[in-house]
């Protein structure tokens, strides 16, 4: 909730794919103009609520570069509350019935903000902890120093259950590794950060790209619709832009939107090959064994060996079973036999030998066949 302009609302909302619209003026009356329903994902960094009092200074008595804006101020935790209130009923209105919602906060607003969020019907999935990895220090040292910010991510209602989640992609961010719910990011400095011809900070909290793009890509898909009703300095626009994603930001500053207006015109999106997602495993196409025989990718007689090409061994059947020395199954049936195991993947355990050459797993064939199913449809 970063100027006053009364610009008419939108008759609707940007159809390209790759398209972007800012608004200007407050919030809620903005949000009253968009049509029900239209919106995939809302990310919202609200006001604080900081309620400082006084400047903050460093030991050596020079002026902290603080939130001390206009925007962050308000009479009471009554008013915030109703701003919160107000801006979170809006924000329901807006979302599909699968869409998610995230917002961010300190702990000055986080927990007066969830249990809004709550009461508005919005149902939680997860309370994320941003630890940055260079916070400011506590200059005062009488309190621990504020090294993290805590976003939360919520579906539309207890029901919902289609919500976008990429698993996959977050687990191939994190080299392979289940994403957990603490990311430790950097905040926004160096040529990242946004300055005016003064050298000052243009924009006193703006965020790191890192977490928008982490946050964008867990929980939307090319070409969804993001809402950013406090869009401030433009990160989400920004991110959006470069990653495939439609957005309508919010800003009520008139120096605020020239500055996110001038940031997102420079940013190229990225092509359609480089943001294509990780799909699940449970999103691909069942390949069985059988059509890897049917394909002629493996003949009939083709012996398959354990990943060492010395320890166990199965030969290919015409019906796409395998027979080793004592039994006959399926691919997974007869790896988990010769392991004395209940159960094996046998597409990951068992490997050939193309054209004479290293062994290779077989479930290179079954991604071959999937990769061209995926190019015929």
Known sequence: MKGTNNAPPPERLPGDPSSGRILAGEC???????AAGSIDMIFADPPYNLQLGGSLRR??????????????????????????????????????????????????NIYRVGAALQDQGFWLLNDIVWRKTNPMPNFRGKRFTNAHETLLWAAKGREAKRYTFNYEAMKALNDDVQMRSDWLLPICSGA????????????????????????ILASTRP????????????TTGAVAKRLGRRFVGLEREARYVALAEARIAKVAPLSEADIAITRSKRQEPRIPFGLVVER??????????????RRHSAKVRA??????????????????????????????????????TQLVPIDVLRQQIRTEIAAAG
Request: contains cysteine; aromatic residues 12%; charged residues 20%.
């Open 28 to 34: 809620i009356e903005l949000m009253a103009g968009l």
């Open 59 to 108: 030991p050596d008595e020079s002026l902290v570069d603080a939130v001390d804006d206009d925007w962050d101020k308000f009479a009471d935790f009554a008013a915030y509350d109703r701003f919160t209130r107000a801006w979170l009923a809006a924000a329901h209105r807006l979302l599909k019935d699968d869409g998610t919602l995230w917002v961010i906060g300190s702990y000055h």
């Open 192 to 215: 990242e950060r946004l300055r005016g011809e003064n050298g000052l900070k243009a924009h006193a909290t703006q965020k790191p790209e890192a977490l928008l793009h982490r946050v």
């Open 223 to 234: 070409g969804d619709l993001i809402l950013d009703p406090f869009f401030g300095s433009g």
């Open 296 to 309: 002629g990718l493996l003949t009939p007689g083709t012996v398959l060996w354990d990943q060492s090409g």
């Open 319 to 356: 019906d796409g079973s395998l027979v080793c020395h004592d039994s006959t199954g399926s691919i997974h049936q007869i790896a988990a036999h010769v392991q004395n195991m209940p159960a094996c993947n046998g597409w990951t355990f068992w490997h050939y030998y193309p054209k004479e």
